[in-house]
């Protein structure tokens, strides 16, 4: 089966790594928005019978930002319309929790900032869901995030750190239940590769020494960040590459039936 792909970027640090390599490597058809000052040419949000999966990265911005990124709003509802056509929907950190808006949970700053690599442990729904299978019950990944989400009324919990619980979710309206569909949201970045990591820490907003001396148990130097991504970026990348192959089966055998 091949899948008609569409990504939300919000900036051009906060790329797709290793899920493009996934998309390329399968023989899905890619498409892009890079959300920029005007939706316009090649900016414009798609017609939704255009895609059959929708993927929504990250970014440095909050979902309480639309007064500052007034694309925000158009962003909102062109999800919630994915959302509404029982599409999957994934999302990565900042897409996690545009999903959880979407789906009425509250969204916001937290009590801690997550940036680095950090233990994750999988819940007990999250360990013997199918799509997570072959997926260990704890490793480490990676953070970088100062905002939260809720989980949204009805979703499953997948996973949590010691630090903030809410670190993955899984949800299904009564279409996506008849459709195979998933909306599945992560905190963290299972997308980050050496090369992507090093782009997000030399060229993002950086990692303040006020937040190491503030939270130092949860923010990590760069130098620290950089000397582990070969260690544990390629599982990571992995893992993720489990859950969207669990998808894609899940998917096919109920379009298939």
Not at 109 to 121: A, H, R, S, V, Y
Request: proline residues 5%; charged residues 20%.
């Amino acid at each position: 089966m091949i899948l008609r792909i569409h990504a939300l970027l919000h900036n051009p640090i906060n790329i797709l790594g290793s899920i493009g390599y996934w998309i390329k490597r399968n023989g899905h058809k890619l498409t892009l928005t890079q959300f920029a000052e005007e939706l316009v040419g090649d900016n414009a949000l798609p017609d939704q019978d255009s895609f059959d999966w929708l993927i929504v990265m990250g970014g440095p911005m909050g979902v309480y930002d639309a007064d500052k990124f007034p694309w925000l709003k158009a962003e909102k509802q062109f999800i919630t319309e994915a959302i509404k056509a029982g599409k999957t929907v994934i999302g990565m950190c900042l897409g996690a929790q545009l999903l959880a808006e979407s789906l009425g949970a509250n969204v916001g700053k937290i009590d801690i900032k997550e940036i680095g690599w950090t233990q994750l442990t999988l819940t007990e729904p999250g360990v013997r869901h199918p799509l997570l299978k072959g997926v260990p019950p704890q490793f480490t990944t990676f953070h970088w995030h100062g905002d939260g989400f809720d989980l949204p009324d009805g979703a499953t919990p997948l996973a949590t750190s010691d630090y903030w619980p809410n670190q993955g979710f899984i949800y299904q309206t009564e279409n996506h239940k008849q459709l195979g569909s998933w909306i599945v949201g992560w905190q963290c970045h299972f997308e980050v590769t050496p090369d992507s990591l090093k782009t997000m820490i030399h060229e993002g907003k950086g990692i303040s020494e006020q937040d190491m001396r503030q939270y130092p148990k949860t923010v990590q130097s760069p130098a620290h960040i950089l000397e582990n991504s070969d260690q544990f970026a390629a599982d990571n990348n992995a893992y993720f590459d489990t859950i969207l192959d669990n998808l894609v089966s899940n998917y096919k055998v109920k379009n298939e039936s």
